[in-house]
């Protein structure tokens, strides 16, 4: 589904990804962790087209497409989700509006005549059930006034209206209480299946325990430095990141070495 | 001494013989000499008038314009598009200021009176009616005073039980100046809504309205006043609005500009002449092309314990140019005044440009008041958010606009006039706008 090769990309003229190499296919769970400023939240945004950040090399190839070449919102019309870490707050447009305006220029790309009032309003009382959604916050204008958690599944019902094939959720865990995130962590649960994938980028091993993921990669200075399965993320919780950088530095050490040879 | 403008627009020497002929036939009053006495001192204005500072019309006056408007029908499909879908009203149309006389939507209910300016000059007495002969250094007003020939008159009794939809018409086939005079009382204890929608079509021909309205709102009476400018290229629109406020009266004006009229230049001006009066003016306008659209407001508070509220926002497209000036005027005895004004502008096209100017002049000591004024672009963070869920960027900003202009559309009462403005505004953003 996606095929991350080499990716370089740097953000006011500051290399954020030296060389990312990543593959997602159907139906799998990545889970990305890191210490802070490893270029988690960088790679989401590069996936995703902010247009701040600048690939300078390498390439992704989605579904079978450039994504690099897309627009943001043809990313998400290609299907593409990114659970934003700090969602924004727009007054004045209303979270319906902004919904059923979104999904209508969604299905129209895919050459799917738009949902009429009433379809549009079961689906979105289903996936408000689904996700435990308030009804009420659904009527207000989009995010404002919401409180952290309330944003965040906002984004995890935004994730379940639109139905993308690849979803990547930002530190969706941040600033979460346990109550919320075991309530976001079931709206993903229910709607994993085996033709869609998520990356779920965390700095905690926390959601993990109730997200549970096929792969776990270890992002430090803006390359994956260690992949494994759900282990992997107890051994961080346990060792923190500090063994990384140890690790790090020896293996930078070892390429300085060899090119001063 | 005073010395008289002598100025080189085709449209003055218009003017001048026109008035000239006028007097010869002796359809003068005192009135009319002195407004016309006072607008010879004057001339029009120019950039080196303060209130016209950044409002430069000479290149609208160097059009000829003539006074005579012989008698026109209505330009097929522009009462059609006046229409606002699902209002409930009682609809009056006016072509180039002449109402035909007729009430579309039920007859008028009891207390509601509505006649011809020009009826009302054969029938009574000039003075009666128009008892406020000061306009001061307003140059058009004084133009308007001294020449108008007819316009709406509009008395409220008791409470009317739908709005008024006054729709202006202008259509011309040469160059032409009309210049209609309307009066609005509303007496004690009164209540009415008007909504004003002005619309016109000339062909490549040009059309200057200098309009002036005079509204007297009384003690205890309450108007809702809503204007909906969406005339079209060739249209010059300069629009004066009196409001004469008495005590514990309430006032709203909700004013839109839309793209399409070359230039518009609204002059509202809220006396408030009694104390314990409550006054809002919202508006929004939106100008795109090479459109010059200008507020000027006024709040004169001339007595203790008024309350007044202004919010004006403009959205910029293109290489438009937009004008707010908002003066809030506190007399010595206008004690315990509260008055508030807020003007945000979104400046979107590259070389639209706004000049936004607050002006307060308080001589009283135990007030409150407030003012401020922003100017923005598009937030990069909030487009790239709906990016990011499938919105395509001409949508996005769409709906930004719309968000914008929201404080001002969400202060309308009436349902339906909310809609075909979100609409209007929609429908006047197509992506190469954005």
Known sequence: MLIIKNLHAEVEDKQILKGIDLTVNPGEVHAIMGPNGSGKSSLASVLAGRESFHVTEGEVTFRGNDLLEMDPEVRAREGLFLAFQYPIEIPGVSNVNFLKTALAEIRAYRNLPPLDAKEFLRLSREKQKLVEFDAQLVNRSLNEGFSGGEKKRNEIFQLAMLEPSLAILDETDSGLDIDALRIVAAGVNKLRSKDNAFIIITHYQRLLEYIVPDFVHVLYNGRIVKSGTRELALELEEKGYDWLREESREQEATTQGAVGA | ?434
């Open chain 2, 1 to 434: 001494m005073s010395t008289t403008q002598e100025q080189s627009f085709p449209l003055y020497e218009e003017v001048v013989n026109e008035f000239g002929k006028l007097t010869a036939a002796g359809r003068t009053d005192k009135a009319r000499q002195t407004a016309f006495e006072r607008f010879r001192l004057l001339g029009f204005p120019s950039i080196k008038n303060e209130d016209w500072k950044y409002t430069n019309i000479t290149r609208f006056l160097k059009d000829g314009y003539a006074l005579e408007s012989p008698v026109h029908s209505i330009p097929a499909g522009l009462l059609e598009k006046a229409a606002i879908p699902a209002l409930d009203c009682y609809q009056l149309v006016l072509v180039n200021g002449v109402w035909d006389g007729k009430v579309k939507g039920g007859e008028l209910p009891k207390g509601i009176e509505v006649f011809r300016v020009a009826e009302a000059l054969k029938a009574r007495s000039n003075a009666v009616l128009f008892e406020d002969k000061k306009w001061g250094n307003q140059h058009f007003a004084n133009l308007n005073e001294a020449l108008y020939t007819d316009g709406l008159f509009i008395g409220a009794d008791g409470d009317c039980d739908k709005p008024l939809h006054i729709v202006h018409l202008f259509t011309a086939d040469h160059n032409l100046l009309v210049q209609p005079r309307h009066v609005w009382v509303v007496n004690t204890n009164a209540g009415l809504s008007v909504i004003e929608s002005t619309l016109s079509a000339t062909g490549e021909a040009k059309i200057w309205v200098n309009s002036l309205t005079e509204i007297i709102v009384h003690k205890d009476a309450r108007l809702d006043h809503t204007v909906i400018q969406t005339a079209s290229p060739g249209a010059r629109l300069v629009q004066h609005t009196t409001v004469r406020q008495k005590k514990q009266s309430l006032y709203n004006s909700y004013t839109f500009t839309l793209p399409g009229a070359d230039l518009v230049r609204n002059d509202l001006q809220a006396r408030l002449e009694e104390d314990h009066t409550e006054t809002h003016l919202y508006g929004l306008y939106l100008a795109a092309g090479n459109q010059l659209v200008d507020n000027h407001t006024l709040v004169d508070h001339q007595k203790a314990s008024c309350f007044s509220n202004e919010l004006y926002k403009g959205v910029l497209l293109e290489q438009s140019t937009g004008v707010f000036n908002g003066k809030v005027y506190v007399h010595k005895d206008a004690q315990k005044t509260n008055a508030f004004q807020q003007n945000n502008n979104l400046v979107i096209g590259k070389r639209a440009t706004i000049d936004s100017k607050p002006e307060l002049e308080i001589y009283a000591d135990d007030v409150k008041c407030s003012h401020g004024s922003t100017v923005g672009q598009f937030s990069e963070e909030a487009l790239f958010y709906l990016r990011a869920r499938g919105i395509g960027e001409a949508t996005a900003k769409a709906l930004l606009i719309n968000a914008f202009a929201f404080d001002v559309t969400e202060k309308l009462k009436l349902g339906a006039v909310e809609s075909y403005i979100n609409q209007s505004i929609r429908h006047h953003i197509p992506a190469e706008h954005a």
